[in-house]
């Protein structure tokens, strides 16, 4: 589902490759949720409003390519909203965007409402 940024997929292969050094994003790695989906190079619509923050993801170590979110996301007092998809943030004073997706089926929420994604929702995968 999510695909990594055109900024942070040309990081990782300048330092692969040897042409430039790598910045590990700053932790604690967090999830944003969107109304309208971002691309590779632009930023999604961010929910806004209510009590939304970005909530920590944390992941599994990578296996065969691929990294699993290894706990529940829950994103508490969320603001009327559909939300259509996610993006993955580190936590820097000026955030970078790493990755980005649609969700399969998008959420509508109420006002004063939780939306909560279960520990393996979320795959990252190079390939």
């Not at 929910?47 to 923050?53: A, L």
């Not at 580190?90 to 939306?115: E, H, I, M, N, Y």
């Amino acid at each position: 589902m999510p695909a990594l940024t055109t900024t942070e997929a040309n990081r990782l292969l300048d330092a692969t490759m040897g042409t430039a050094s790598y910045t590990a994003p700053t932790t604690p790695i967090r999830l944003a949720l969107v109304t309208a989906n971002g691309s590779a190079t632009a930023a999604g619509t961010e929910v806004t409003g209510g009590s939304y923050t970005r909530q920590t993801i944390t992941m599994t170590a990578a296996a065969a390519g691929a990294s699993a979110s290894s706990g529940a996301v829950t994103f508490a007092g969320l603001p009327a909203a559909t939300v259509v998809g996610v993006e993955v943030w580190d936590s820097a004073g000026s955030p970078r965007r790493l990755w980005w997706g649609a969700l399969t089926a998008s959420k509508t929420v109420g006002a004063g409402d939780s939306l909560s994604f279960p520990a393996g929702s979320f795959t990252l995968a190079l390939s």
